[in-house]
């Protein structure tokens, strides 16, 4: 009997996995375990909400491809509507490929310059798992982020927004501190030379 449960349970895990669908369609040991968890927990949540599918491609080199062929062997297996994350380290290449319908939802530019691009690493040896982690999950939470603010929809799994009255009133705090060290170096340089 016992052997029997154990048996349906294998089963029933194994069917889930061949259902369910995977939105991390290659990960050539570029992601964190916990990141492509994460990646898929949340493309599942905008799919169920917005019906659009983001998926991602990691991989280590394009190997005897060129970019436009290695993204095409991927993109003519995917539904519309649906944005892919693509990166091929060796080739330190990143992508953004959006359905028609996708494209509209969110500005590709602006989350490759605001959400990537800051966050890779200028040194090759810098590029770890955990660093490649970092900037494809803020990319790919921006672009899941944008997509339910265009459908006016709220994420469950998104991260927290920033909240411009907190980011203003730090910033001004900053400035204000900076300008009183200086004048506070002022009056001491000022007084240690009379």
């Known amino acids: 009997m016992l052997k029997m449960?154990?048996?349906?349970?294998?089963s029933l895990f194994f069917c889930t996995l061949a259902i369910g669908k995977p939105y991390v369609l290659e990960n050539q040991n570029q992601l964190?375990?916990?990141?492509?968890?994460?990646?898929?927990?949340l493309?599942?949540?905008?799919?169920?909400?917005?019906?659009?599918?983001?998926?991602?491609?990691?991989?280590?080199?394009?190997g005897t491809?060129?970019?436009e062929e290695q993204e095409q062997e991927y993109l003519k297996n995917l539904k519309?509507?649906?944005v892919l994350l693509f990166f091929v380290r060796q080739e330190k290449k990143i992508d953004i490929r959006a359905s028609k319908?996708?494209?509209?939802?969110?500005d590709k530019k602006s989350v490759y310059w605001d959400y990537i691009v800051p966050l890779i690493p200028k040194d090759d040896k810098e590029l770890t798992k955990q660093n490649v982690s970092a900037f494809l999950l803020n990319g790919f939470v921006d672009i899941a982020d944008r997509i339910a603010d265009s459908k006016n929809i709220t994420l469950e799994h998104g991260f927290p927004k920033e909240n411009k009255g907190v980011k203003i009133a730090v910033r001004t705090t900053l400035?204000?501190?900076?300008?009183?060290?200086?004048?506070?170096?002022?009056?001491v340089y000022l007084r240690r030379n009379k």
């Open 5 to 10: 449960l154990k048996i349906g349970i294998l």
């Open 32 to 41: 964190l375990d916990k990141t492509t968890n994460f990646m898929e927990i």
């Open 43 to 62: 493309s599942d949540e905008v799919f169920e909400k917005t019906g659009v599918s983001l998926y991602v491609v990691a991989l280590e080199s394009l």
């Open 65 to 67: 491809m060129n970019l």
């Open 80 to 82: 519309s509507p649906f």
């Open 101 to 106: 319908e996708a494209e509209e939802l969110f």
């Open 175 to 187: 400035y204000v501190m900076l300008f009183v060290l200086l004048l506070l170096f002022l009056f």
